[in-house]
């Protein structure tokens, strides 16, 4: 059953969802300093995985967050939609961005704006501030959309497993001394 609000087609007895697919960009092409995102997707390189209909409209891409820079608002694990701009001259000074550049890759940061640079400000103070020349810069988009993953994307789940164990172990130690 479609929900109401997906435009449909009937054709004799089946029903085909109208929805172009949004291109996901995977990790590799995100981190990479040499890919250039723009052409990437607008080439037909990346996957296309996300129907058109679920999102909103004018979406270029869809990248999955692989760090907690801009936690607690954006997590990792989380699917940001995001809509490229003409060009860096579009950019708002204070606006969050997904800005991909030749030196960082395709980050999402608040952008400050400095004269022929961009300070791209993660909003998890562990992160330093990270400044990029306008010339190195070679996409922007803005994040239209947020996926909102509700499971640990954490890797090392043997350290998951190390932690919990010490944090048992302290506790059985407290409960000890106490009773002795």
Not at 74 to 85: A, M
Request: some cysteine; charged content about 30%.
């Amino acid at each position: 059953n479609t929900p109401a609000w997906m435009p449909t087609t009937t054709s004799g007895e089946v029903e085909t969802i109208e929805a172009e697919e949004v291109p996901f960009v995977e990790k590799p092409q995100i981190e990479s300093r040499e890919v250039d995102i723009r052409s990437y997707v607008e080439g037909g390189d990346a996957k296309a995985l996300i129907p058109q209909g679920l999102v909103l409209s004018g979406t270029s891409f869809a990248r999955k967050i692989y760090s907690d820079a801009m936690a607690p608002d954006i997590r990792e694990g989380d699917i940001v939609l995001c809509s490229f701009l003409p060009d860096v001259s579009s950019i708002v000074d204070g606006g969050i961005y997904a800005v991909d550049s030749t030196k960082t890759g395709c980050v999402i940061r608040d952008v400050r704006c400095e004269g022929d640079s961009v300070v791209l400000v993660a909003r998890n103070f562990k992160y330093p501030e990270l400044r990029v020349s306008v010339d190195e810069i070679r996409s922007v988009a803005v994040p239209m959309q947020l996926i909102r993953s509700t499971f640990s994307q954490r890797n090392d789940y043997a350290q998951i497993i190390k932690d919990k164990d010490k944090r048992i172990d302290l506790l059985v130690n407290r409960e000890f001394d106490h009773i002795r």
